[in-house]
């Protein structure tokens, strides 16, 4: 079967660093995302890795392990406006996405 | 990115009437279209999974009968929510992709359907 699992809920400061996890089961594996998602709005690309290691974008980062069916999503030098639910994606046949992580930043 | 749209953005309907929604790719030639719904707090599920010209593929438990989707074209793709009901509230999303942009898709901005 498919899982992936994040963390529901995680709080950080402003202008500092909050890692957020995912790990995932499924039969295929074509990639994995990370996407942005604020209240009421659809979610927004940030991140794709499909080989191991880190993929480095602005103030965003992401990893990944395919050996270890993990991935995380690296959030530096946070804004109020990062406050947002998080979501990691694996790509199969079709694009699965885990529960969301819901990330409260905090002045 | 490539640009997708949804109308409409918000739409509030009887119980029994049916429920039309559009996703546009503006920019590119959607190949494949997906439809997903939000409850509220909650991450998207998948709906179903249509390719341009031919029956969509519906993820298991989601009626087909009540959630009608037709792919037309390679810019179009419509969901219809057959008499809805107020359970069928929710927030319907709506992403393309396109041959040979891998696997990126890219979401609408969503419809959030309330039925009274």
């Known amino acids: 079967g498919q899982n992936i699992d994040q963390p529901t809920e995680m709080t950080a400061t402003e202008g500092a660093i909050v890692q957020i996890n995912c790990t995932y089961q499924?039969?295929?594996?074509?990639?994995l995302f990370w996407y942005q998602q604020h209240a009421g709005e659809a979610p927004t690309f940030l991140s794709y890795?499909?080989?191991?290691g880190l993929e480095e974008k602005g103030r965003f980062s992401s990893f990944l392990s395919r050996s270890k069916g993990y991935s995380y999503l690296l959030l530096k030098e946070l804004q109020m406006k990062d406050s947002a639910s998080y979501l990691c994606?694996?790509?199969?046949?079709?694009?699965?996405f885990g529960k969301g992580t819901r990330l409260h930043i905090l002045p | 990115g490539a640009v997708v749209s949804q109308h409409p953005s918000r739409v509030i309907c009887k119980s029994g009437t049916s429920v039309k929604i559009e996703c546009r790719s503006l920019?590119?030639?959607?190949?494949?279209m997906f439809w997903y719904r939000q409850f509220p707090k909650q991450s998207l599920m998948l709906m179903a999974t249509?390719?341009?010209?031919?029956?969509?593929?519906?993820e298991q438990g989601v009626e087909k009968d009540k959630f009608l989707i037709n792919h037309a074209s390679l810019t179009l793709s419509t969901l219809t929510v057959t008499s809805a009901h107020p359970e069928d509230s929710s927030f319907y999303i709506c992403?393309?992709?396109?041959?040979?942009?891998?696997?990126?898709?890219?979401f609408g901005p969503g419809t959030r359907l309330t039925v009274l």
């Open positions: 992403s393309a992709r396109g041959a040979g942009e891998g696997d990126e898709q890219f």
């Open positions: 499924t039969s295929g594996f074509n990639g």
């Open positions: 890795n499909v080989l191991d």
């Open positions: 994606a694996v790509a199969d046949d079709k694009i699965i």
């Open positions: 920019d590119f030639q959607a190949t494949t």
């Open positions: 249509s390719n341009e010209g031919s029956k969509a593929t519906y």
